[in-house]
């Protein structure tokens, strides 16, 4: 009954921008943080940034800061992840994720997740 829908990934080189989009449909889901997490091949789920539900609060993962940046648009029910300056290293699946927990990082604290978009970065 809720659904979340990542799409904007591809493959870009080392230094391009893509900009991920996380749309959620179903069951509204009402004052809750959204995420970013990814994965690469043989590595564990890692967080990448998250924002509260009035778009005021972000934290990020050190290895994105000053290059990644969440926002949302509530209306639109839409979350977004603007990646600048890529590197190979941020090569992976991207997934957003939903949260009743204001300061969650860890994965096991989302409630919802969406399907992933594949970001590929050569160099």
């Known amino acids: 009954q809720v659904q979340l829908v990542e799409s904007g990934g591809g493959s870009v080189q080392a230094g391009g921008s893509l900009r991920l989009s996380c749309t959620t449909s179903?069951?509204?889901?009402?004052?809750?943080?959204m995420g970013w997490f990814r994965q690469a091949p043989d590595k564990e789920r890692e967080f990448v940034a998250r924002?509260?539900?009035?778009?005021?609060?972000?934290y990020y993962a050190d290895f994105v800061k000053g290059r990644f940046t969440i926002s949302r648009d509530n209306a639109k029910n839409t979350v977004y992840l603007q990646m600048n300056s890529l590197k190979p290293e941020d090569t992976a699946v991207y997934s957003c994720?939903?949260?009743?927990?204001?300061?969650?990082?860890?994965?096991?604290?989302?409630?919802?997740w969406g399907q992933g978009t594949q970001v590929t970065v050569s160099s």
């Open positions: 179903g069951r509204t889901l009402r004052s809750v943080t």
């Open positions: 924002i509260s539900w009035s778009g005021a609060r972000t």
């Open positions: 994720a939903a949260s009743y927990d204001p300061y969650a990082v860890d994965p096991a604290r989302y409630d919802y």
